[in-house]
């Protein structure tokens, strides 16, 4: 008994010896920990608040670990540095956060997203410990609107102004333009282009092109110049020589028709790609007229067949095919629309809608004659393309020649494309003004086409 007692005894003796080691060993790990100084009776509490602030270099983030917000557009990503770089709305000024496992990323309805699911361009609400650049959560903003895949709208550049439906919206000096995953410039945008459209209230802070545009140009198609070509919905155009048009991408029914003749290709458009169609198969008949009776209100109104003043009174004779016809009235809202005629006799109803002119002039429909090569009439102004030099130039699809060269001026919208064999086309949307002098543009080098790229030139000779 006595025995068991001591061995009792002795293991609670060394179990206290192990406990005080113990202690002794973690305060001198804690001794260890922070640096000796000199001092008065403080000292202890000097060195547990300098322990408490000393920098490891080592901050454990989460979703409350920030310092900083943003309503911002995201505008770039580093994948090799797991970056993200984002625009300020206020300032105009770019900065860039890295982000990790810790960071939280959210659609606007506070859902967890990935990161591919928030694309550049998008407007977001952020937080951030801005003194370690670090990105805490990224949210698409709850404050925006957007509008996606849009057909129909009307981007003014010179006002700063884009209307979709009813509504009209401002452009800003921080509108961001993008174009599979880069920045472009505005004037790099076509009609034909489908867009989305991001802002918060009546400004538009972000552009971004959803499907592009590609060309078509015509092959063989000498017994259809001054016919016309529909492609799909989207385009209806007089044929002319050497015509190269910007088409948006996608699979359409082309229809060629001229003097009763022609007939329907399919053609498949894929961005910044350009495509031959050759139509020399198409049949070509002699040509059949009919008679057309127009009943056109007001009678006063101007009548314009593919750009010719008609007398409305009378009978008509027009060819078999497919005519542009254009109405005009003071007072009313002129009227622009296309007839085809395909029988010996026709009646066409022309009815103009009156508008009441509150001060504000009406812009008239333009009746103007195809462009040409190297106009020598000189008594008018004229839009001058000074750059890039040798390249080919088309407004609105017709060919104006090798640059630099020049063509008549008329106000409005309209499409200027560059081509050279070897090198990207590329197009500009201008907004021609209405003042009476010359302008002139000088646009950027055409880059060459890059070996393995699909910027290259296609061809269909699919019938139906």
């Not at 700063?160 to 401002?170: D, F, N």
Request: charged share 25%.
């Amino acid at each position: 008994m006595r025995k068991g007692t001591e061995n009792k005894k002795t293991g609670i003796k060394n179990r206290k010896r192990a406990g005080i080691w113990i202690v002794v060993t973690l305060m001198s790990l804690t001794s260890c920990a922070v640096p000796f100084r000199g001092g008065g009776g403080g000292q202890e509490n000097d060195m547990s608040a300098e322990s408490s602030r000393a920098d490891t270099g080592f901050i454990v983030t989460n979703p409350s670990s920030f310092d900083s917000a943003d309503t911002a557009i995201y505008v770039d990503r580093d994948e090799k540095e797991n970056t993200v770089t984002f625009l300020n709305l206020d300032l105009g000024k770019r900065y860039t956060l890295s982000l990790d496992g810790t960071t939280g990323l959210y659609d606007r309805y506070g859902d967890a997203v990935s990161l591919e699911q928030i694309e550049l361009g998008d407007i977001v609400d952020i937080t951030f410990l801005k003194s370690k650049k670090h990105l805490t959560t990224m949210q698409l903003s709850v404050n925006s609107w957007s509008y996606t895949d849009v057909q129909w709208y009307e981007l003014d550049a010179l006002r700063g102004e884009v209307s979709i439906g009813p509504e009209t919206y401002k452009l800003t000096s921080n509108t961001q333009y993008l174009s599979e995953g880069r920045n472009v410039e505005i004037i790099d945008l076509n009609p034909a282009d489908v867009l989305s459209f991001q802002g918060i209230g009546n400004q538009i802070l972000s552009v971004r092109v959803e499907k592009g545009h590609g060309y078509l140009r015509l092959a063989n198609d000498e017994h259809f110049v001054g016919g016309w070509i529909e492609i799909g919905q989207s385009l209806i155009q007089r044929i002319t020589e050497d015509m190269l048009l910007l088409v948006p991408e996608g699979s359409y029914e082309v229809a060629i028709s001229n003097k009763g003749g022609g007939g329907i290709k399919n053609i498949v458009v894929r961005r910044n790609q350009e495509i031959t169609l050759d139509i020399g198969d198409l049949e070509v008949p002699e040509p059949q007229t009919g008679m057309v009776l127009f009943s056109v209100n007001p009678a006063s109104a101007e009548l314009y067949i593919d750009g010719s003043e008609i007398d409305a009174s009378v009978p008509v004779t027009l060819e078999y095919g497919l005519h542009q016809l254009i109405a005009r009235a003071e007072g009313y809202q002129s009227v622009t629309k296309y007839i085809r005629v395909a029988q010996e006799s026709a009646a066409v109803d022309v009815t103009l809608e009156s508008t009441d002119n509150s001060g504000e002039e009406e812009d008239e429909p333009t009746v103007t004659p195809t462009p040409g090569p190297d106009e020598t009439v000189t008594d008018y102004y004229r839009v001058h393309v000074d750059a890039p030099e040798g390249v080919e130039v088309y407004l609105d699809g017709n060919y104006v020649g090798i640059s630099p060269c020049s063509f008549r001026k008329y106000s409005g919208s309209h499409i200027i494309t560059l081509r050279k064999s070897g090198y990207e086309t590329r197009s500009y949307t201008v907004q021609v003004d209405k003042e009476e002098k010359d302008i002139s543009y000088s646009f950027a080098d055409l880059e060459k086409y890059v070996s393995g790229s699909s910027n290259t030139t296609g061809s269909s000779n699919s019938g139906k």
